[in-house]
């Protein structure tokens, strides 16, 4: 009697082992999965983006095109000089409450001599720009079509102030109306 309960212990501890065993591969495949799917999930869902941002970023998109590249000028697909401009943080003209609109800004320069017209010029096409964008309420900066008119503002009003050259195109890199 006293083997067959011998026996009966060793039978349950091997179940035991067994199931243990079982347990610890199953979590071990199970990791390997969810790995596996994160690393495959990564490679098929980012970068075929990159690739398409890529060649986004290299063709304006359809009917975007602004006045001198789509009236054929020399300057069509040509990317001039830039001048970095300081950030502008102005309060809007609207009913509803405060709001501010915070926009940072590159030009495109005609040619490398105008940044220098810039430089020197800076208080005069800073204020007309603070000027142009504290006259706006948030409805004209909140929209697609505000923001391309907001950015022909600002191209004029620049220009006025330039003899050596011209801003070609105004370029948004920081647009945030809070």
Do not use: C, W
Request: zero cysteines; proline letters at 3%; hydrophobic letters at 45%.
């Amino acid at each position: 009697m006293a083997e067959e309960h011998n026996e009966a212990k060793e039978e349950e501890k091997t179940g035991k082992d067994k199931s243990s065993s079982l347990i610890i591969i199953l979590i071990a495949v199970f990791a390997l999965i969810l790995v596996g799917g994160g690393v495959a999930g990564y490679f098929f869902l980012m970068a075929p983006k990159d690739k398409v941002q890529a060649s986004q970023a290299q063709q304006p998109p359809a009917g975007q095109m602004d006045a001198s590249m789509a009236a054929g000028s020399d300057n069509a697909g040509f990317s001039g000089p830039m001048k970095q401009m300081d950030s502008f943080i102005v309060n809007l003209t609207d009913a509803q409450g405060t709001r501010y609109l915070k926009v940072v800004m590159q030009l495109e320069m005609s040619n490398e001599i105008l940044g220098a017209e810039i430089d020197r010029k800076t208080p005069q096409i800073r204020d007309e720009i603070i000027m142009l964008l504290s006259s706006k309420a948030f409805d004209d900066v909140s929209s697609i079509a505000g923001k391309r008119a907001l950015k022909r503002g600002i191209l004029n009003s620049v220009n006025k102030y330039l003899a050596t050259g011209r801003v070609l195109r105004v370029y948004f890199s920081d647009f945030v109306v809070q």
